[in-house]
């Protein structure tokens, strides 16, 4: 399996805060990698597909960039509705994979 | 507009087989290009891909989970059924049904369903 590793694991920022989330992949996966971000009690909301295209209804305060191995998603100004904790997800293999998270929580 | 729903037991017993159903609406399992998968999510940890069916009834697995798992659609009822036997207290988890985006190659998830949360205990 394709091991993916997320950067930092913990965030403590405040509203208005940019944000850079890393996710690192063990083995290429070209730009196929999807962002999710998932508040308490719910399933996952897709963010951002095929390294940085905007999923249709995401704010454009929200930005996936990379390829390869290693990629980022950017908030750039954080809002009360972004504490939440974020996933990303390699498609390049049949077996799909997430990383391990990161928390963004209030400073 | 599309919805996804979990639905089974909140408790299985350590050996037992868990059934656990996916009801959807606002697709059809018989276009070309569409998947429902399973994902779970133990209490406080990521995320784990568990299997994924697409319109063609092509099935892929988690490699480590393979021989524990089956899913299976039923098209008239728009439902996937996923079954894992041999159900362990590490298995406790939240098990979610999601719609893979529509097309070629988009092996991730645009919708998701509310979570099913399964407790293994004897």
């Known amino acids: 399996d394709i091991q993916m590793t997320q950067s930092p694991s913990t965030l403590s920022v405040s509203v208005g805060d940019r944000v850079t989330i890393t996710c690192r992949a063990s083995e290429s996966i070209g730009i196929w990698l999807a962002w999710y971000r998932q508040k308490p009690g719910k399933g996952p909301n897709l963010l951002i597909y095929?390294?940085?295209t905007l999923e249709s209804g995401v704010p454009s305060r929200f930005s996936g960039s990379g390829s390869g191995t290693e990629f980022t998603l950017t908030i750039s100004s954080l809002q009360p509705d972004d504490f939440a904790t974020y996933y990303c997800?390699?498609?390049?293999?049949?077996?799909?994979?997430f990383g391990g998270g990161t928390k963004v929580e209030i400073k | 507009q599309i919805t996804l729903k979990e639905s089974g037991p909140t408790l299985v017993k350590p050996t037992q087989t868990l059934t656990l159903t996916c009801t959807f609406s606002?697709?059809?399992?018989?276009?070309?290009?569409?998947?429902v998968g399973w994902i779970r999510q133990p209490p406080g940890k990521s995320l784990e891909w568990l299997a994924l069916i697409y319109w063609d009834d092509d099935k892929r697995y988690s490699p480590s989970l393979k021989s524990r798992l089956t899913i299976t659609k039923d098209t008239s009822k728009n439902q996937v059924v996923l079954t894992m036997t041999n159900m362990d207290p590490v298995d406790t988890a939240t098990y979610y049904c999601?719609?893979?985006?529509?097309?070629?190659?988009?092996?991730?998830?645009?919708?998701w369903g509310q979570g099913t949360l399964v407790f293994v205990s004897s």
């Open positions: 997800q390699q498609y390049n293999s049949y077996s799909l994979t």
């Open positions: 999601a719609h893979k985006m529509t097309g070629s190659g988009r092996r991730f998830f645009d919708y």
């Open positions: 095929k390294a940085s």
């Open positions: 606002g697709f059809s399992l018989t276009t070309s290009g569409v998947g």
